[in-house]
């Protein structure tokens, strides 16, 4: 399906507005990065609650103000913080084929939600819910990053001719982990290795029987 000018235009347009404030001197970046390593440090420390705007500031030693100027909340510095996080733990994987790929990317993904970065997680999504400026650095800067990756790894085997073209990265991404999530937020199975090859292997070969098909 072919993109008009007006067309990318718009959608250029929304990725412009929805792109947040960033420091272009290099003062300005380096104080952002400090912020962005304290919190860090501090989301690996003691999750979200430890994570208050004076303790990055303390920990970063840049200014309250300078960090209100580039994140509207704590929960928003939180939230690109641990994107960092999470695309550092997480590197892709590069197996040789399409299953073996998405299937080791689930695995990575249920071991890293099963530490205590799961329950980091599971934190900021609840804050988001109440903090629509927090929730946009969230998609921003974590949730879009990680769809990209995966986008990597379908477009990989969508050269390679292993997976069914018609169906978009978006709808495979969802089916692959969106369970991993609700496992983690409901708690009512674990987040262990056996459980993930499963899950993968039901999201990738299908739940109909061959007759049901």
């Known amino acids: 399906m072919s993109v008009t000018p007006q067309q990318a235009a718009t959608a250029a347009g929304r990725d412009a507005e929805a792109r947040p404030p960033r420091p272009t001197r290099p003062r300005g970046m380096r104080a952002c990065q400090a912020v962005l390593d304290a919190t860090r440090e501090l989301l690996g420390e003691g999750g979200l609650p430890a994570a208050t705007i004076d303790a990055i500031s ?8 300078t960090i209100y100027k580039y994140w509207p909340s704590r929960t928003a510095v939180a939230a690109e913080s641990f994107g960092m996080e999470m695309a550092d733990a997480i590197p892709l994987p590069d197996t040789g084929s399409a299953v073996g790929d998405l299937t080791e990317q689930v695995r990575r993904v249920s071991v890293f939600y099963h ?3 799961g329950r980091v997680f599971a934190q900021l999504l609840a804050a988001c819910v109440a903090d629509p400026g927090a929730a946009r650095f969230f998609r921003h800067f974590f949730l879009a990053d990680r769809r990209k990756a995966i986008a990597e790894l379908w477009q990989r085997a969508v050269e390679r001719g292993e997976v069914d073209p018609a169906v978009d990265v978006e709808t495979a991404t969802d089916l692959l982990f969106g369970p991993l999530i609700f496992r983690l937020l409901a708690g009512h199975a674990p987040l262990d290795e056996t459980r993930a090859n499963a899950l993968a292997k039901a999201a990738l070969t299908g739940l109909l029987s061959r007759d049901g098909r």
């Open 58 to 65: 303390a920990r970063s030693c840049v200014s309250k103000a």
């Open 115 to 117: 530490s205590h970065w």
